[in-house]
């Protein structure tokens, strides 16, 4: 049973709901001006429910008690007009207009109290909120020490794993538990590095060194000096790139492009990749020498079906960090996702998660958007909202590989550079490049030597 309360108005008929209310305890206050006070607000404390049925002070009422209620009371205004809905709606009120709008929302929380609230009883620690990472299963228990081991070191290291396990969050999570801490964390996307600006992406350029340099620019990995450079889908980078990699972890050295002299960094590379990277290597895409300076140190992420434990903790740090940047927005904070049990037993216990991680926060994301008033979600709910987050996880994917990345502010010379050598690229040939970018094909060789 749950306690509601009614807020009339002299105007106001009796409001009378079906026998699934039988099940409410309900209270009746007649208002006017004068009782429009702190002391309204706090008796509406003590309310799951308030209904408010006195049009002419129900903004006044609204505004009274809204700030002091718990997030979890639900507020019903009557419907008058566009307008007062609107302002209602602004003020996080839900509207009313018939007795059978009531009743739904009564039949809503009487459901809900049967469910189970994803939000709560996960326990999750303040070091999980700070560190973003959760590692509640004991399958993790060896890659534990594997990243107490690796954060105490400083040799180059290669994570592995399924996509959407969360291998650029364990990257961030080392970097910040080693000594290079109060360094640099720089991540970069090595599909997104183009093969005719690599050289200056990488170790930035001298002014003059090429037309449209017009300053000194400094590349990544002097960027992440004292650092750790964090190279995302290493597996998919071009033997340029791999050959001038391995140069710089063997020499420890940089030269910019139109510099004489060699410039020493100290950078810490964390690579990460979904590939099979010895399979690359058979198949003649990936360098021996380069994978073998890159395993100084190599953990495998485990995917999330195989870690269960993580599965409720993880909920609650995504509606956390959702949470967050309401809280920000100035917007309502997430207090419940309430499921029936089959679904509850469906997310915990039998989903395989095929996108882990990733898909989860999409999950939750979509389930926070479309249930937000405390509700009961049911199994095929659930099912239905797993499908859509799969759906749009799998076309995020296909999406997340820019055209090109601009690592800092370019001239208009340099981005054209960038866009036609990038062109010229995806079009296989300097013909079919030129009829794209209505130039000549020499003028793109021109791009492409960096003149």
């Known amino acids: 049973m749950f306690k509601t309360l009614i807020i009339k108005d002299k105007t106001s008929f009796p409001i009378s709901l079906n026998s699934t209310a039988s099940k409410t305890q309900i209270s009746t206050l007649s208002i006017d001006t004068s009782k429009v006070t702190d002391e309204l607000a706090e008796k509406c404390k003590n309310f799951k429910l308030i209904i408010l049925d006195c049009p002419?002070?129900?903004e006044a009422v609204i505004d009274c008690?809204?700030?002091?209620?718990?997030?979890?009371v639900i507020i019903l205004a009557k419907f008058t007009d566009?307008?007062?809905?609107?302002?209602?709606?602004?003020?996080?009120?839900?509207l009313w207009a018939t007795e059978d709008d009531i009743q739904i929302v009564i039949d809503k929380i009487h459901n809900a109290s049967r469910g189970i609230n994803l939000v709560a009883n996960s326990n999750l620690s303040q070091k999980e909120i700070k560190d973003q990472v959760v590692f509640r299963s004991p399958k993790q228990m060896p890659m534990l020490r594997q990243i107490h081991t690796a954060s105490r070191s400083d040799s180059h290291l290669l994570v592995t794993g399924d996509t959407g396990t969360g291998k650029t969050t364990l990257a961030r999570f080392i970097h910040d538990h080693s000594r290079r801490a109060k360094g640099v964390f720089l991540p970069i996307n090595c599909t997104t590095l183009a093969e005719g600006t690599m050289e200056s992406t990488l170790f930035g350029h001298r002014k003059g060194s090429f037309t449209g340099a017009g300053k000194d620019h400094k590349g990544l990995f002097e960027t992440a000096n004292g650092g750790t450079l964090f190279l995302d889908e290493?597996?998919?980078?071009?033997?340029e790139f791999q050959a001038q990699l391995l140069q710089v972890l063997q020499e420890q050295k940089i030269r910019k492009v139109g510099d004489s002299s060699l410039t020493k960094v100290d950078v810490r590379i964390i690579a990460a990749t979904n590939r099979d990277i010895p399979s690359a290597i058979a198949a003649g895409k990936f360098r021996s020498d380069l994978y073998y300076r890159l395993i100084g140190g190599q953990i495998k992420m485990l995917p999330l079906?195989?870690?269960?434990?993580?599965?409720?903790?993880?909920?609650?740090?995504t509606i956390h960090n959702m949470n967050l940047g309401r809280?920000?927005?100035?917007?309502e904070t997430i207090q419940q996702l309430i499921v029936d049990e089959?679904?509850?037993?469906?997310?915990?216990?039998?989903?395989?998660?095929?996108?882990?991680?990733?898909?989860?926060?999409?999950?939750?994301?979509?389930l926070a958007a479309t249930y937000p008033d405390g509700e009961l979600i049911t199994y095929t709910e659930v099912t239905n909202t797993l499908r859509e987050a799969k759906i749009e996880m799998n076309i995020y994917q296909e999406q997340v590989t820019p055209f090109f990345t601009l690592h800092e502010p370019v001239t208009i010379h340099e981005l054209k550079q960038l866009y036609a050598t990038r062109v010229a690229q995806e079009a296989k040939t300097l013909t079919a490049a030129s009829n794209i970018l209505g130039v000549s094909t020499r003028m793109i060789k021109r791009f492409k030597n960096g003149s």
Do not use: M
């Not at 434990?309 to 609650?316: D, G, K, T």
């Not at 509850?344 to 998660?353: A, L, S, T």
């Open 342 to 366: 089959q679904a509850y037993h469906h997310i915990v216990h039998e989903y395989p998660w095929p996108g882990n991680n990733r898909q989860l926060i999409k999950f939750i994301e979509h």
């Open 327 to 331: 809280r920000i927005a100035g917007r």
């Open 65 to 72: 008690i809204v700030t002091d209620l718990p997030p979890s």
């Open 56 to 58: 002419a002070y129900q």
């Open 82 to 94: 566009g307008s007062d809905a609107f302002n209602c709606l602004d003020k996080q009120a839900r």
């Open 305 to 317: 079906a195989e870690c269960r434990e993580n599965i409720l903790p993880a909920i609650h740090l």
């Open 234 to 239: 290493i597996a998919e980078s071009g033997e």
